[in-house]
């Protein structure tokens, strides 16, 4: 059987104050799996959506696999022969998208919760799973309303690779246009046809570090801040050469491989949760 090579990311789960952190996580996702699969609709925008597939636990509830499927509706092209170039009429309906699987494993401990999620193209992204868990747990009979985040485990060396600067001139965020309309910049809410990221650019004066202002902006990335998706960072070391520091490349990864159907093309989703859990053993 033919193998394949999945990325996978590592993260906290965090909650707002005044809220159990393990306790909420289990009603949220337990009341999610207890809906028919329609109702664990979330619709993530640009025509895809994604639901709960399957949620098991095991070793006395504290670990869990999760199965989140998506799929991109509204796009059904004409279908192409590799070999013959022979084209024929795609036979799924506009409402139908192809199954994208993503898997995440989750590890309890005595004070945070701990999980990987495989990382691929066409699955959801750590902030569409912190969204979809937020969709519903509103519905969770609570004094203070669940609210979860995420932290991101990085690298170790980002915030030294930063001090290794003898300045820091110029700081990218990369962040969603939903700001422009905020409170915060309060700009224009006329945003449909912006892209769904723009780029705010913070530059230093003239001789002078910004050194804090990144380290501070770089603390609220790794905290999970919703509305930045990147960081870039340019400084001059001590040879007076630039530096460019990308969030994209200090994000802790790792690889882990998993069975391809030859039939199908998809993941074995068994496979793939034996060597997530494998990993998870030694993230705390």
């Excluded at 098991?56 to 590799?82: D, G």
């Excluded at 519905?139 to 690298?155: P, Q, Y």
């Excluded at 770089?218 to 930045?228: L, M, N, Q, V």
């Excluded at 520091?245 to 391809?260: G, K, P």
Aim: charged share 25%; hydrophobic share 35%; proline share 1%.
């Amino acid at each position: 059987m033919a193998r394949k090579k999945r990325k996978i990311g590592f993260y906290y789960l965090t909650i707002n104050e005044g809220n159990q952190l393990q306790e909420s996580f289990r009603q949220v996702i337990t009341y999610i799996n207890s809906l028919s699969k329609q109702d664990r609709i979330y619709e993530l925008g640009n025509n895809k959506f994604c639901f709960l597939e399957s949620y098991q636990t095991s070793n006395q509830n504290t670990r869990s696999t999760i199965i989140i499927k998506s799929a991109k509706h509204s796009f059904r092209p004409n279908l192409v022969h590799k070999d013959t170039v022979v084209e024929r009429e795609n036979p799924k309906q506009i409402q139908e998208g192809e199954i994208e699987k993503s898997h995440l494993v989750t590890k309890i401990t005595s004070d945070s919760i701990c999980f990987v999620l495989d990382k691929h193209f066409g699955g959801i992204t750590i902030r569409q799973f912190i969204n979809y868990l937020n969709q519903f747990s509103h519905s969770i009979d609570s004094e203070i309303a669940i609210r979860f985040g995420f932290e991101i485990v990085v690298k170790n060396d980002f915030l030294q690779e930063i001090e290794n600067l003898s300045r820091v001139t110029c700081a990218d965020l990369v962040v969603d246009k939903q700001l422009l309309g905020s409170e915060a910049l309060n700009y224009s809410n006329r945003i449909s046809h912006v892209k769904h990221e723009v780029v705010v650019t913070v530059k230093a004066k003239k001789q002078n570090s910004i050194e804090d202002f990144a380290k501070d902006i770089f603390a609220k990335f790794a905290g999970g801040e919703r509305s930045i998706n990147r960081i870039r960072i340019v400084g001059r070391n001590e040879d007076n050469n630039q530096v460019v520091l990308n969030t994209d490349f200090i994000e802790r990864q790792e690889y882990v491989w998993a069975d391809i159907s030859e039939i199908t093309g998809d993941i074995s989703s068994d496979g793939i949760f034996i060597e997530m859990n494998s990993v998870l053993e030694t993230f705390n």
